[in-house]
C-alpha cells in the first residue's frame, strides 16, 4: 500500500471512513495475508484515523466480513451470473462483502447499504465498478421483495 494516499472529506460520517477502513484492511489482508491488528494499525496509519467510534465500527465490520466470508463469496458468486468470484478486483470483492455483511448481519436497510457500497465503489475501485456492485445488490433486492 506504499504510495497510498487519501485525506477523509470533512463531511464523511463516522460510520462511511469506518467502512473506508474496513476496506483497506480487507484489501491489504487479501494481497498479503496476515495478523488483522498488525494490518489494521498500518492502515490506521497511512490514513490518520484516530476516532474511537470510527476504530470500534471497522474492526466490527473486519472481523464479521472475515468471519462469514464463506457465506458472503456465495452469495456474490450467486448474484454476479457469469462471473468467477476471482475476475472481481479485491476492492470491488471487498465493498461487496461489506455491504452483503451489514444488510445480512447488521439490519442495515438495503437502500442505504447500495448506496455507500456504490460512492466506495466510486471512491476507490475502478471506473465502472459502482455500476457492477449498484446492478448485483440491485438484485439483491429484487429477489427480497
Known sequence: MEGFSFVFP???????????????????LELDPGDVEEK???????????????????????TGVLRHQSELDAIIQRLA???????????????LRIA????????????LVIHEAVELAKA????????FVHGLLDQ???QRA
Open 140 to 142: 439483491l433486492r429484487s
Open 40 to 62: 489494521m494499525a498500518g492502515v490506521l496509519k497511512m490514513l490518520g484515523v484516530s476516532r474511537p467510534a470510527v476504530l470500534e465500527r471497522a474492526r466490527y465490520l473486519i
Open 10 to 28: 470533512a463531511l464523511w460520517p463516522n460510520r462511511r471512513r469506518a467502512r473506508v477502513l474496513a476496506m483497506v484492511v480487507l484489501y491489504s
Open 124 to 131: 476507490f475501485a475502478e471506473d465502472d465498478a459502482f455500476r
Open 81 to 95: 451470473h457469469h462471473w468467477e468470484l476471482e475476475r472481481l478486483s479485491p476492492v470491488t470483492r471487498n465493498v
Open 100 to 111: 452483503l455483511f451489514e444488510y445480512l448481519h447488521d439490519g442495515l436497510d438495503l437502500a
